[in-house]
């Protein structure tokens, strides 16, 4: 297959990677034309040191060239999704299926990141409806682009269109499963990027495996209540999108939302902490949008804690000690 992947990041790169070895010809864009003259020149990524590219892999700032295949694999950070859609938008075409691989929600409209692209496509004054999918899991690009066995999900509401998705990717270090439930995936992608932030606050503080263990547990509590009432399917959160994800982000060194609540953490300011991350840190972007879903959907206890710590810069000690002290309830609630 000729599939073309937006963005240079080191998720769309690690992806790019694998589907080069599995046979593809792949083409990556980015928006930065110094990132793709690095990545012709020397087939290695600043951010993936020792990882040699394959040499079959081009690299384009030119994004016409990029969207000539029967795959798009969009890798673009939430907060530059839009306006990487509405560029590419004049050369899509319906026989396409793109699949998105960030994870994030839209503040505002609470879109998830496929409806996101929908919504712009359509703006943009394109005539047919894409054949959209998630790919989402517990994944961190340093593992994959160096084969370790990963399992991922790809979701769509058309099984048929998914499964295809998915055999792009399956190879023996890469297992995918497929899901209907594209809401839930994507939630689950995109809260628990916050939830990371927390775990991160909690090692900066000088807490340990316990209070990780609580943190995961009743993260994925509120993000499974919340889900419920969006109507997506409990399964989803016990799966790789969910659970499988949390426990990774929350507990990998290569988690950058993780890193960057460990400086905060230690008393520093967000602008601090993802200064020094030196990457994209999505638990931020996608916090707006995860208070507005506790408004309107139901309590989310440990996301509004690491909102206030973010945004209205309360002390993480504050909002633990908050958190702490709740009212006694039923697990079983």
């Avoid at 087939?43 to 295949?69: F, M, Q, S």
């Avoid at 990027?193 to 090692?203: H, P, Q, W, Y």
């Avoid at 994209?280 to 916090?287: P, T």
Wanted: one cysteine or more; aromatic letters at 6%.
């Amino acid at each position: 297959m000729d599939i073309g992947v937006l963005g240079a990041g080191t998720w769309g790169i690690a992806l790019a990677k694998l589907l080069c070895e599995n046979g593809h010809r792949v083409t990556v864009w980015s928006a930065l034309p110094q990132e793709i003259e690095w990545l012709s020149g020397g087939h290695e990524h600043t951010h993936l040191p020792g990882v040699k590219l394959p040499a079959d892999i081009e690299y384009t700032d030119n994004i016409e060239k990029a969207l000539g295949g029967e795959f798009v694999l969009s890798a673009v950070p939430s907060a530059y999704l839009r306006s990487t859609v509405r560029t590419a938008a004049p050369f899509l075409r319906a026989e396409q299926t793109i699949i998105d691989a960030a994870k994030g929600m839209e503040s505002g409209t609470l879109f998830t990141l496929t409806e996101v692209i929908a919504d712009e496509m359509k703006k943009c004054g394109v005539a047919f409806s894409p054949k959209l999918v998630a790919l989402s899991g517990p994944t961190h690009a340093e593992e994959v682009a160096v084969g370790m066995p990963t399992s991922v999900v790809c979701a769509c509401e058309d099984e048929e269109c998914a499964k295809k998705a998915a055999a792009l990717f399956m190879n023996s270090c890469m297992r995918v499963y497929t899901n209907t439930d594209v809401r839930g995936v994507e939630l689950c992608g995109a809260l628990k990027n916050v939830i990371a932030l927390a775990s991160g606050m909690i090692s900066g503080m000088g807490y340990g495996d316990n209070t990780r263990a609580m943190l995961i547990t009743r993260g994925i509590a509120e993000i499974t209540r919340v889900g419920l009432a969006m109507g997506c399917k409990r399964r989803t959160f016990m799966g790789l999108a969910g659970i499988g994800d949390l426990i990774v982000t929350c507990t990998s060194r290569h988690s950058r939302n993780n890193r960057c609540g460990e400086y905060i953490g230690q008393g520093m300011t967000y602008k601090e902490a993802s200064e020094k991350v030196g990457m994209v840190v999505e638990g931020y972007y996608a916090l707006e949008a995860a208070a507005e879903i506790s408004r309107r959907y139901g309590e989310m206890p440990i996301i509004n804690a690491v909102y206030d710590v973010v945004m209205n810069g309360r002390a993480p000690s504050d909002a633990m000690e908050a958190l702490m002290s709740r009212a006694m309830r039923s697990e079983l609630d």
